[in-house]
């Protein structure tokens, strides 16, 4: 598997504009039709969103370092209950994603990457490659779920299609 500086540059750019483009979607919405239990894995709209920013935590503290979020994944929906304060969040961690992608190295991609997996209840130790890989699938994965939940809630997100996000002026 390749995974490149390139590559994660732009699923981290891809990454932002996806979840700007939900966000601004469930703007729409208030908080009972946010956190309306909808069938999906972590029910709502509003416990999807927080489990993929408690996931995006968890795998920022692994691949960069700094603390990670509170509670495993069972608790992860629950990360903020308060809409505004999650909005903010996203946003900056978005940032923070942009920015360790567009200084990560090929030298910083390579060799294993070994934590304690709260999931499996071990050490795990996988290529780097293929964690990252995963972090950003990890992401398109539950943001699918909740473009269908938006959807089905009368607040469809805009285009998710890859080659129609937007160029950046100046890069």
């Known amino acids: 598997m390749t995974v490149t500086p390139e590559w994660c540059a732009l699923m981290a750019r891809y990454n932002a504009w996806q979840n700007a483009s939900l ?4 703007d729409g919405l208030g908080d009972a039709a946010r956190g309306a239990d909808r069938g999906a894995f972590f029910g709502s709209i509003a ?3 927080n489990h993929v920013l408690w996931a995006d935590l968890v795998w920022m ?6 603390d990670r979020p509170p509670g495993g994944i069972a608790q992860s929906p629950a990360l903020f209950d308060d809409w505004a304060a999650f909005a903010t969040r996203r946003t900056e961690m978005d940032a923070r994603i942009r920015a360790w992608a567009e ?6 991609l390579a060799g294993e990457l ?9 050490a795990v130790s996988r290529p780097k490659c293929l964690c990252v890989a995963h972090f950003f699938n990890h992401q398109t994965h539950h943001r699918g779920q909740v473009h269908a939940m938006l959807t089905a ?4 997100p805009g285009d998710t299609d890859l080659f129609l996000m937007p160029e950046e002026p100046g890069r």
């Open 103 to 108: 200084a990560i190295t090929p030298e910083a």
């Open 23 to 26: 966000v601004a979607a469930a």
């Open 47 to 49: 416990g999807t969103l």
């Open 114 to 122: 070994v934590w304690h997996s709260g999931a499996a209840g071990r």
């Open 61 to 66: 503290a692994r691949l960069e370092g700094g």
């Open 153 to 156: 809630a009368g607040a469809p």
